[in-house]
């Protein structure tokens, strides 16, 4: 069992940073992909981002290529997604899963393990 913790969101205005954090209760495997998505109010969760915890080999969706990053702290069993540029449709609940297996999934459905999620609002 896989226990995620996202910390880090918050109330920014559009064209500010922000840097998310998920924590993870036990050490990620080497066949271990962890990815962000997020869910705005009324829509549908959507696919963020994943990261390969081998490799950090990151995938990103084309809506957040160029602005978001993922990286991964391996002695912290830490991800991270660095939110630049925010704008105020990157608002939403953001939420780090984690599934075995190295290939890139976007369904929500194909990711076992879930955090609680954290909210990130950004202002016009």
């Known amino acids: 069992q896989v226990r995620l913790v996202e910390s880090g969101g918050g109330l920014v205005q559009a064209g500010d940073s922000l840097r998310l954090s998920c924590a993870a209760s036990?050490?990620?495997?080497?066949?271990?992909?962890m990815a962000w998505f997020r869910q705005a109010p009324g829509k549908e969760r959507d696919f963020v981002g994943s990261i390969r915890w081998s490799t950090s080999v990151t995938y990103y969706a084309e809506s957040t290529k160029g602005r978001f990053t993922i990286s991964r702290d391996n002695a912290n069993n830490t991800m991270y997604l660095q939110m630049n540029n925010l704008k105020p449709e990157d608002t939403a609940v953001y939420y780090c899963?984690?599934?075995?297996?190295?290939?890139?999934?976007?369904?929500?459905?194909?990711?076992?393990?879930w955090g609680q999620g954290t909210q990130v609002t950004v202002s016009s």
């Open positions: 036990v050490r990620t495997d080497i066949n271990y992909r």
């Open positions: 899963a984690a599934r075995s297996g190295p290939f890139v999934r976007t369904t929500k459905d194909a990711y076992p393990y």
